[in-house]
C-alpha cells in the first residue's frame, strides 16, 4: 500500500508502526527525525500534482490542517481519502487505532497502547487553573470550543477561558484576553513559536508556561509522553516583568 499523508501527526504514526507505508509527506512533517520520503508541499497549499504523481493508493488529511478544496481535487481525480477529525483525546486514540488497524496493523502499537494507559489514568490533584491559550499572534488567536488541544489541557487541570465560546479559533485582541483575568497563559511552540522573548511580554506580571506544541496538538506517538511533559511544563511558568 502506498499512502501519502498531509497531517503531521499522521505521518509520525504510519511512519514508526508500519515502515515502508509511506510514499510522501509535507514539508512539516518533521517526526520521525530520519523520516526519507519525497515532500509534498505544506499542509495548506500541497503540491496535487506531484502527490497523484506517486500513485497513493490513500492520502491521509484532517479538517483543521488542510483546505476542503485540495481534499475534494483529491477525491475528483479518483484518489481515496482518508479524512480526520479528533476534538478529543479518546476520539484521537480512537481514530489512529482505526487507523493503524485499517492499514494493516496486526496488532496495537506499543506507543498506541501506552498513550491511551496515560490518559486514562486519573487526572491527579492538580488544583483547575484559568487560562487563555493563543495558538497565534498578530493577530492574536487563541483556543476556543471543541478542541483537541482544548480537551488535552482539561485533563491536565487547565480550564481555557474561551472554551464556551462559538468559535473553535476566537480572535480577541490582548485587552480583552488581560479582562478574562486568567491564572496562566499557555504559550505553545506551534503553530506560533513563542518563546520566553516573544508572547510572555505581552502578559506582564502574569504566570506564562511555554509548552511543546508538538505535545499539546498532535495526535499520535506523541501522546505517550505528553502527559508528563506538558504536566512539567504547566507547573514550571515564566513571569516577564
Avoid at 478544496?69 to 482518508?82: F, Q, S, T
Avoid at 498513550?115 to 493577530?139: D, I, L, N
Wanted: hydrophobic content about 45%.
Amino acid at each position: 500500500m502506498r499512502v501519502v499523508s498531509l497531517v503531521p501527526s499522521l505521518t509520525e504514526a504510519v511512519a514508526v508502526t508500519l515502515p515502508g507505508l509511506l510514499v510522501g509527506a509535507t514539508d512539516w512533517c518533521t517526526h520521525p527525525a530520519d523520516l526519507d520520503v519525497p515532500r509534498v508541499g505544506g499542509s495548506k497549499f500541497p503540491d496535487l500534482d506531484r502527490i497523484r504523481a506517486l500513485r497513493p493508493d490513500l492520502v491521509l488529511l484532517n479538517i483543521e490542517e488542510n483546505r476542503r478544496e485540495d481534499a475534494a481535487a483529491l477525491a475528483a481525480a479518483g484518489v481515496p481519502i482518508r479524512v480526520t477529525y479528533p476534538r478529543t483525546v479518546d476520539g484521537a486514540l480512537t481514530e489512529l487505532a482505526d487507523l493503524l488497524r485499517d492499514l494493516g496493523t496486526p496488532a496495537e502499537p506499543d506507543w498506541l497502547a501506552t498513550a491511551r494507559q496515560a490518559w486514562t489514568a486519573p487526572a491527579g490533584t492538580t488544583v483547575a487553573r484559568r487560562a487563555v491559550v493563543p495558538v497565534w499572534r498578530r493577530p492574536w488567536v487563541v483556543l476556543g470550543a471543541d478542541t483537541f488541544a482544548g480537551d488535552v489541557l482539561r485533563r491536565l487541570g487547565v480550564y481555557n477561558l474561551y472554551a464556551e465560546q462559538p468559535e473553535r479559533y476566537p480572535r480577541p485582541n490582548l485587552d480583552q484576553m488581560l479582562m478574562a483575568e486568567p491564572d496562566l497563559v499557555v504559550l505553545p511552540d506551534e503553530p506560533y513559536r513563542f518563546t520566553g522573548d516573544d508572547g510572555p511580554e505581552a502578559f506582564a506580571g502574569m504566570p506564562c508556561a511555554l509548552v511543546s506544541g508538538r505535545h499539546l496538538t498532535w495526535y499520535g506517538p506523541s501522546l505517550a509522553e505528553a502527559r508528563g511533559v506538558l504536566t512539567a511544563q504547566l507547573a514550571d511558568p515564566i513571569v516577564a516583568g
